[in-house]
């Protein structure tokens, strides 16, 4: 069965509501489009776990800052849709933005917590349009599962502190970063690198990994393990580092001085007009 292109939310609820009363769980992946791999692996988790899958596509405005990439964010839903045909997806979800934000639209989530830190700090008000529109999203779907990357970390931690402290009647899911075989993690923004700029994109990753083997072989004091990552990567000059921070993985604290829980590196850096992210999960589980 090829997937249904879903536009109108009233037409996704009859459809939700179809599969809820044959007792199917539903599992839902939210993307803003431009499908790799990465996508696809969350797919794959979601059929899995799920009776059906709903995959949405929106390029949510309220997520980007004024002079931030909305305008130049990769748009390609002809070739998402046979990715999606290829995937086995049961029904794609691709609102219009007037649909998801009619006129007097005024309502806005947020996390008091770590909203203020990493990507949250880098762009101010991330984070509120995130859960704002996946909240939404949620309510529109209304799945029993929802499977977020983690190469999106802080992401997937909002949101599961979102599920967990407004009683969202859901799971979320989340799932291992998908990279191309030099280390780089998938992104849809990979696809606006120069050729140039592709090639040196991987040291972002190899810099994590130095900071996750230098820990392995005893390396525990969180000044070092930074300069680890800052010495490597200020080798390419491309690169314009926004943050490398080490957090503990339990709600994203920060650590003292010694690195003694399980970890996450976690980088965002410009190479060119891109902002690059990503990060490595280290240290005991
Ligand atoms: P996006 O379309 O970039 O908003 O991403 C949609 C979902 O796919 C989010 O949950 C992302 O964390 C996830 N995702 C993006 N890239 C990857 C990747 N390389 N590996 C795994 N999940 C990813």
Excluded at 192 to 198: G, M, S, Y
């Amino acid at each position: 069965m090829p997937v249904s292109t879903i536009i109108a939310p009233m037409d996704l609820r009859a459809q939700t509501l179809e599969w809820r009363l044959k007792s199917e769980k539903i599992g839902f992946v939210p993307t803003m489009g431009a499908l790799h791999a990465g996508h696809v692996s969350l797919i794959e988790a979601a059929k899995k776990k799920a009776d059906r899958v709903v995959v949405s596509i929106f390029v949510n405005p309220l997520q980007f800052g004024p002079k931030e990439d909305f305008g130049s964010y990769p748009r390609m839903l002809a070739a998402d849709i046979e990715k999606l045909d290829a995937a086995g997806v049961d029904a794609l979800f691709a609102p219009i933005a007037a649909d998801m934000y009619p006129e007097g639209f005024q309502t806005s989530l947020t996390n008091n917590a770590i909203n203020n830190i990493l990507d949250g700090r880098s762009r101010p008000g991330h984070f509120d349009g995130v859960l704002t529109v996946v909240s939404k999203l949620f309510n529109l779907v209304q799945p029993d599962f929802a499977f977020f990357g983690k190469k999106d970390y802080q992401q997937l931690a909002v949101i599961t502190n979102m599920v967990r402290d407004l009683a969202f009647p859901l799971e979320i899911i989340g799932c291992p970063t998908a990279r191309d075989p030099d280390g780089l993690a998938m992104s849809s923004r990979n696809l606006r690198l120069t050729p140039e700029e592709r090639t040196l994109a991987p040291h972002i990753y190899k810099g994590l990994r130095l900071i996750a083997d230098a820990h392995a072989a005893g390396e525990k004091d969180h000044a070092q393990l930074i300069d680890i990552f800052r010495a490597h990567l200020s080798q390419v000059k491309d690169f314009r580092l926004d943050y490398i921070e080490i957090r503990a993985q339990d709600r994203l604290m920060d650590f003292d001085k010694v690195v003694d829980r399980a970890a996450v590196a976690l980088v965002a850096a410009h190479l060119g007009s891109v902002r690059l992210i990503d990060n490595l999960e280290f240290g005991a589980q």
